[in-house]
């Protein structure tokens, strides 16, 4: 399992000791969420911020992408030092999805698709080979420290039927109130990266990510 903590929970107050913590986590990942108060209702962060976390963490850049402009956006964050950008189905065109994961991999970086908890996750299987990862959001999106939604679990299982029988290697990521009791739920479904953040940054973060492992 990998443990991808969201920044967007981080207490910036005391941004360095907690980023050397999760450092020395076993975490992986770190996943940033990007908000353009268009998209979703709220505003988050912007290029520069992940060029400073790039410089005091080596984890893997996850950039989620909650934006009206992904693909303006992708370009600038890829620029910044991302290593996967994950862009909402809701937000392009069908003739601008595939395009776009094309793109990001010339480029020698990682795509990912996303959907909110409405969009029928029918909508991702024309996608399955396209993509490195999908992430099925287990909240709305825009605010953390949301409470889980259950229909998740189910999305998650029909995707990971759908990957294994086509043999491709896409990865299944969940975001949106997880904690240890939600995460072995998406884990027995057949997630693969779990998202975090208010569970990880107000606990003791390496116990926190323990636990979701």
């Not at 094309?102 to 908890?117: E, M």
């Amino acid at each position: 399992m990998i443990v991808a903590p969201s920044v967007l929970s981080l207490d910036f107050t005391d941004t360095r000791t907690q980023i050397e913590e999760l450092n020395a986590s076993d975490a992986a990942w770190m996943h940033f969420d990007v908000m353009d108060g268009h998209f979703v209702p709220n505003l988050s962060f912007g290029p520069d911020i992940l060029k400073a976390f790039c410089k005091i963490s080596p984890l893997f850049k996850d950039v989620h992408l909650m934006v009206s402009d992904p693909l303006t956006y992708s370009t600038i964050f890829l620029e910044a030092g991302a290593d996967l950008v994950t862009v909402h189905y809701e937000a392009m065109e069908e003739d601008q999805i595939r395009p776009f994961a094309q793109r990001i991999h010339s480029l020698g970086k990682k795509a990912g698709l996303s959907i909110k908890p409405k969009t029928p996750v029918e909508v991702l299987k024309p996608y399955l080979a396209d993509f490195d990862l999908f992430l099925i959001m287990s909240v709305e999106p825009g605010f953390g420290g949301q409470k889980f939604h259950a229909e998740a679990v189910g999305r998650i299982r029909t995707l990971r039927k759908w990957i294994d029988e086509a043999g491709v290697a896409a990865l299944i990521e969940v975001d949106g109130g997880i904690n240890e009791e939600t995460g072995a739920m998406c884990r027995m479904a057949g997630c693969d990266v779990l998202v975090a953040g208010s569970y990880v940054f107000k606990n003791d973060i390496k116990k926190a990510v323990q636990s979701l492992e």
